[in-house]
């Protein structure tokens, strides 16, 4: 069974720092790129940040280049987000996604998200 499991979001001030984790099973997660995306009220989903299957590249949304990191541990089968100088613009719920794309397929799978409130 697939399963991505996101933690460590919750709440903090502006200028605090949270990371985020997604735990993978159900699949080889080293085979797969790794995304997060965050969805705020009333707004579409975006896309926060990409990491390769072997970790070499990232690409970070221009809103989030310089605070936010994504970085992976293929042995944990775990994605992170460390996300430093909060704003509250950052507020959201943020979901993993796992893509695997071998042409003509391309599979995709969801976490069911994880809080995160930047409030004072």
């Known amino acids: 069974q697939v399963q991505l499991v996101e933690s460590g979001g919750g709440l903090v001030q502006p200028g605090g720092s949270l990371r985020l984790s997604c735990a993978a099973s159900g699949f080889t997660f080293s085979s797969y790129a790794m995304y997060w995306y965050r969805q705020a009220p009333g707004k579409e989903r975006e896309l926060v940040a990409s990491?390769?299957?072997?970790?070499?590249?990232?690409k970070y949304a221009d809103s989030v280049k310089g605070r936010f990191t994504i970085s992976r541990d293929n042995p944990k089968k775990t994605v992170y987000l460390q996300m430093n100088s909060l704003k509250p613009e950052d507020t959201a719920v943020y979901y993993c996604?796992?893509?695997?794309?071998?042409?003509?397929?391309?599979?995709?799978?969801w976490g069911q998200g994880t809080q995160v409130t930047v409030s004072s």
């Open positions: 996604k796992a893509v695997h794309s071998v042409l003509p397929v391309t599979l995709n799978y």
């Open positions: 990491i390769t299957s072997t970790g070499y590249t990232t």
